[in-house]
């Protein structure tokens, strides 16, 4: 979060003072990665950029408080994310080649960034595992930092329909993390 | 049953639930976990490895997550130098609002012309007369058989149902008609209404301009009502009865067309207007024909 200087951060980000924006991109890009990467993992980068080509076509008419301009932010992902569902549908399917499933290290590759980046990789891809509403509901509310409500707008459902799907979103990562004695949770650890 | 047949604390004890759910969990502590504020001794039992879980799902970002920024500023660049190029209110908004409004009054103008003309059956004077002006060039560069005096007028109804029955669509205007009917004097604007939609639909107007040939023949009310009654659908069977076809080939007759013969591509034009004199709002004039040029 960025708190208490948002408003003045999002009028300059608006007038089209780089600095400003920086800040917004930096605090929302990598939730925006990953919840591309859990609801759809083989466009999330792209769909990142088109989000952001929207934010910043849309970003001088917006009018609101931090909590709601991420939630007009990840309002857009969805809209975006909707839109690469139905270009995959249309589009023939292509078999992936494993070497396109491994993402590229960083260029300094620290062994610390590696353990991180590969615990929340982990992590995303244990909650990628869920049905697909109670997936995109924790990530809504865990990563994007959304509350109840703005995750019910963005998704187009009743506020008590949210908390079920990630009541029982939780339900299931605690099962699976105990059946499968928790090699996944281990290796996140 | 006597006290001394079981021990009552033993009896208390027996579980009224067969298992207690180990991963029950109550809507409070739910929140909490997802907001990532429950500390590790009050996570409930089996969600130690969730909230862990969770927290590596909100993770600080790596390098490789913020990668990008430079596109995303160079984004962010473009958009801003567009912004400032164009000038407030001159922009998309302002010219669409000033396009709408410009389309709303001239249809609402056209529409209220046309229903004038619907109701009177004449078009108001000024627009009428500013048509006359207009057709009157259009009238010196096509040679409008019905509109030439001199010219020898061929059947209305004849013709129109012929055109249509052979797919002719419009009749080419000045050519020379193939058409034996009888003649009839009146039925020049008639003819001359159904050329004009044969070929273009903008000169419907020249009905107006026909109108005197009609009345210096015979009279205003002659001329309307006998391109009323010449109508093929039926309506009117006074031009069939005073034109009979002659040529024995479909040509002239006066029956019912097709009833789709108005709608068809390339015989459409056999059905002549029903008032000729003001323009039919719905089928051509003013009221269609300038929307469309907008």
């Known amino acids: ?189 | 049953m006597g006290a001394d047949d079981a021990w009552s604390a033993e009896i208390r004890r027996l579980p009224l639930t067969p298992d207690p759910d180990p991963l029950a969990l109550d809507d409070d502590l739910a929140e909490r976990l997802l907001d990532g504020d429950l500390p590790p001794d009050q996570t409930p039992p089996g969600y130690a490895a969730v909230a862990t879980l969770l927290a590596a799902a909100a993770a600080p970002p790596s390098p490789a997550e913020l990668d990008g920024q430079e596109a995303a500023l160079a984004e962010l660049r473009a958009a801003t130098r567009a912004r400032r190029a164009i000038p407030w209110g001159t922009g998309r908004p302002g010219r669409r609002r000033r396009v709408g409004l410009l389309v709303a009054v001239a249809v609402c103008a056209l529409s209220a012309t046309g229903i004038a003309a619907a109701t009177t059956g004449t078009l108001p004077d000024p627009i009428r007369d500013t048509a006359r002006r207009i057709f009157a060039t259009v009238d010196d560069a096509i040679p409008m058989p019905s509109a030439l005096p001199g010219q020898q007028p061929t059947p209305s109804t004849g013709d129109a149902v012929g055109a249509a029955s052979e797919g002719e669509g419009a009749t080419p205007v000045g050519e020379p008609e193939a058409t034996a009917g009888t003649a009839a004097v009146n039925d020049g604007p008639c003819r001359a209404s159904k050329v004009h939609m044969g070929a273009d639909r903008n000169k419907k107007l020249n009905a107006g301009t026909s109108q005197a040939p009609v009345d210096a023949a015979s009279g205003a009310d002659n001329g309307t009502s006998q391109c009323q009654n010449s109508r093929p659908d039926g309506t009117g069977g006074n031009g069939q009865e005073q034109h009979p076809p002659s040529d024995g080939h479909g040509r002239g007759q006066g029956g019912e067309p097709p009833p789709d013969a108005g709608s068809k591509p390339g015989q459409g034009q056999a059905k002549p207007p029903p008032n000729t004199v003001g323009g039919n709002p719905e089928k051509g004039g003013p009221p269609e024909t300038g929307p469309r040029r907008l």
């Open chain 1, 1 to 189: 979060m960025i708190g208490p200087g948002f408003p003045a951060l999002l009028t300059a980000a608006a007038g089209g003072d780089e600095d400003a924006f920086g800040v917004l991109w930096h605090d929302l890009q990598p939730r925006l990665l990953r919840y591309f990467k859990v609801i759809t993992p083989e466009a999330a980068e792209d769909l990142a950029s088109e989000t952001w080509l929207a934010v910043i076509r849309g970003i001088g008419r917006f009018q609101g408080d931090e909590a709601a301009f991420r939630a007009w932010v990840f309002t857009i992902a969805r809209h975006k994310a909707r839109d690469g569902w139905r270009r995959a549908a249309r589009r023939p399917v292509e078999e992936l080649q494993a070497t396109s499933l491994t993402e590229p290290s960083a260029p300094d590759d620290p062994a610390a960034t590696v353990l991180e980046a590969a615990s929340t990789r982990e992590a995303l891809a244990l909650i990628a595992t869920l049905p697909a509403g109670q997936a995109e509901a924790i990530v809504l509310r865990v990563v994007a930092g959304l509350e109840v409500n703005q995750v019910a707008e963005i998704m187009d459902k009743r506020p008590n329909t949210i908390r079920v799907l990630t009541h029982r979103g939780l339900r299931r990562l605690a099962e699976q993390l105990r059946t499968d004695q928790g090699p996944r949770a281990r290796r996140a650890v």
